[in-house]
């Protein structure tokens, strides 16, 4: 057009459009962010099922494991058995070091698995280290606890702050880098080596760690930091029968794995704290690294103790009664 006004005109037009272009997609992409944090955040939390069940068992790791873990505990508790769940317990809400000596086949390994379980859900412990005779042997322990809080129902329906972040996950670790609640991040960490359980407020368990490592694999040096930026270091070790056929037979590999026990994985929790821990263990030959632990004269911090554990089924009891 030969009239500039129609220039002017047709200019404001375009402009106009185009702003309303852009606050429309601004609008979209708003509403995209809004739907795409609304799917990753998984609040509602459902509510604990039993607060009775789960305050009894947070106060006793007996209760905890006959409740929770029916299926892994079917036989019944000998006095040995007993006497180690307590000395696991006195470890976990008081401290010490605690050695005992427990043939194989006894359920060591479990009971390790379910005093770590019962530790950290029930806020007794922060960061609990889990040390195998090899770093296969830790990992499948690892293996064993997330397991446990992926499946168990019974766990799940007393601990919902801990378990239902992670069943929301559905199996897909990248998950737990975009998850919500209540518009936060749960800062879950899943991984071969290392656990770090859902930050939710007000729950026990927010934000604490499992590590595992081999005994003569890297120890030292192990931290974790908080989403709040706390520096936190391991206040629990739990070391399950840290010893091999092969370095039983050594002598030079018994003193090297004492001296990470005593050197490394104790100074593990920092200047001026103190590690509680608890090493169910096997003494496999005379003078081997149980054998020694178990020596309170060479080893009085471990207060060792050799327990000779005897099982009877309850189908036999049952039968003798009758």
């Not at 892994?72 to 809400?93: G, Q, R, Y």
């Not at 090297?256 to 593990?268: C, D, F, H």
Request: net charge positive; proline share 6%; aromatic share 6%.
């Amino acid at each position: 057009p030969k009239d500039p006004r129609k220039f002017i005109y047709f200019g404001r037009v375009m402009a106009t459009g185009l702003q309303n272009y852009e606050a429309h997609r601004e609008n979209m992409a708003g509403r995209q962010r809004a739907q795409s944090q609304s799917g990753r955040d998984i609040r509602p939390l459902p509510k604990v099922k039993n607060p009775k069940r789960r305050a009894a068992a947070v106060k006793s790791f007996r209760k905890f494991a006959e409740t929770y873990f029916p299926e892994s505990f079917t036989l019944e508790w000998s006095p040995d058995h007993l006497k180690a769940i307590s000395k696991i317990e006195k470890a976990v809400l008081t401290g010490g070091l605690f050695a005992l000596a427990m043939p194989r086949g006894s359920g060591k390994t479990t009971l390790c698995e379910t005093a770590c379980l019962w530790a950290i859900v029930s806020g007794h412990r922060k960061f609990v280290v889990l040390i195998g005779a090899s770093e296969d042997a830790a990992g499948q322990m690892l293996d064993s606890i997330k397991t446990e809080v992926e499946t168990n129902e019974r766990l799940a329906e007393d601990f919902p702050k801990i378990c239902y972040p992670i069943e929301k996950l559905g199996g897909i670790v990248n998950r737990a880098n975009g998850q919500l609640y209540n518009g936060k991040r749960t800062h879950i960490t899943w991984t071969a080596k290392e656990i770090v359980l859902p930050t939710i407020a007000k729950s026990p368990a927010s934000g604490s760690v499992v590590k595992t490592a081999g005994i003569t694999g890297r120890v030292r040096g192990m931290k974790s930091k908080t989403a709040a930026g706390e520096s936190i270091r391991p206040d629990l070790v739990i070391v399950d029968d840290p010893q091999t056929d092969e370095s039983a037979r050594s002598p030079s590999q018994c003193r090297t794995r004492e001296q990470v026990l005593s050197a490394a994985i104790l100074n593990l929790c920092g200047p001026g704290k103190t590690m509680a821990g608890v090493m169910p263990c096997t003494v496999i030959r005379p003078n081997d690294m149980a054998d020694n632990i178990l020596d309170r004269e060479k080893h009085p911090l471990w207060q060792g103790e050799r327990t000779k554990l005897v099982y009877k089924s309850r189908r036999n009891e049952s039968r003798r009664r009758r």
